[in-house]
């Protein structure tokens, strides 16, 4: 391993991390300086602009070298998403890169600027001929939704034959994981007097009778698919906020809480939407005057690129790393849509992702970009 690439991977994440790339800001500063590195290698770099829903300024960045030009998807892309989670104000050192034990402590440092860092110099370090076309992308607002890859998705930029998608995998290739969707639903009753209970109808006592019935099906029904690569290995189901009601002496009229649930690879995204309407109009018909409404708000696919695949078996044999199944989701189903055979890989353990003390080992990024190298060698000095 060769660890006198250190210093320099040190000091690019440093400069990273210094960049407040918070979701809620513009990531604009660290393309700015992505692009300024990829095009004094040669890179030629196309800016992807939009506004988020706060009318904030992001920009997705696709940056390709080698082949003859005229290929259309690159031989193999280097995704890594450019926000960050909030960090608390208390962490006073959060955007200034520290080190301890080995670690190096600041926001993103984990989640995912260290794997940025390490794309960086290794693509624009690599001193072999591309005959097939090296891609780099940076997204915005992955922990947002994915918006920036969905955003390419609908333009079709970022195509490429194979894609190894930035995330903290502690060095081990993840080539499935499963999808992540959410759903409000809104069950109303009828105001009144709590001293008159007849006189109205409770809207809690409604959600409480509707999430019992759901519990019930997620323990049962959803268990019935199972694929088995998976810890758990079913779809699961979450009600993690609930609301409703105005003061304790009133009958509440409404009452919201917001399903979230994670389906298995070949589960239909809709499933579980189905069900909850199922259960929708179980209750109207054995309540009279029952009412809810049912609202998805997010539905992100699923992953599963093959164990045999290309790219998979050759981080495999690289890292010395079996491959892996998560539950959590990333922008590998984006990828996938743009015809890619993703695998997510990369420094850092999720664990300490999102958290204050964040950090990635010293290590970690030297084989990291070790490996991305190779992956270049290996994919780009072909032909395409």
Known sequence: MNHDTLPALRSTLAELVALDTTSSRPNVPLVDLAQARLEAAGFRAERLPYRDGAGVEKVNLVAVKGGSGGEERAALALVGHSDCVPYDAAWTDALRLTERDGKLYGRGACDTKGFIACALHAATHYTGELRAPLMVVLTADEELGCEGAKHLVELGKGRARHAIVGEPTSLVPVRAHKGYCLAEVEVLGK????????????????????????????????????????????????????????????????????????????????????????????????EPGFEARIRLLRREPAVDTRADAEVVRLLAELSGNAPITVPFGTEAPQLTELGAEAVVFGPGDIRVAHQTGEHVPMEHLVRCEAYLSQAIAHFCKGCP
């Open 191 to 286: 105001e009144g007097h709590s001293a008159y209970p007849d006189e109205g109808a409770s809207a809690i006592f409604r959600a409480g009778r509707f999430l019992q019935r759901l519990e019930l099906l997620a323990r049962t029904r959803l268990r019935e698919d199972r694929d088995e690569a998976f810890e758990p290995p079913f779809t699961t189901v979450n009600v993690g906020l609930i609301s409703g009601g105005k003061a304790a002496n009133v009958i509440p009229g409404a009452c919201r809480f917001w399903v979230e649930w994670r389906p298995i690879p070949r589960q239909p995204q809709a499933r579980v939407l189905e069900l909850l309407e199922g259960l929708r109009e179980e209750l109207v018909r054995d």
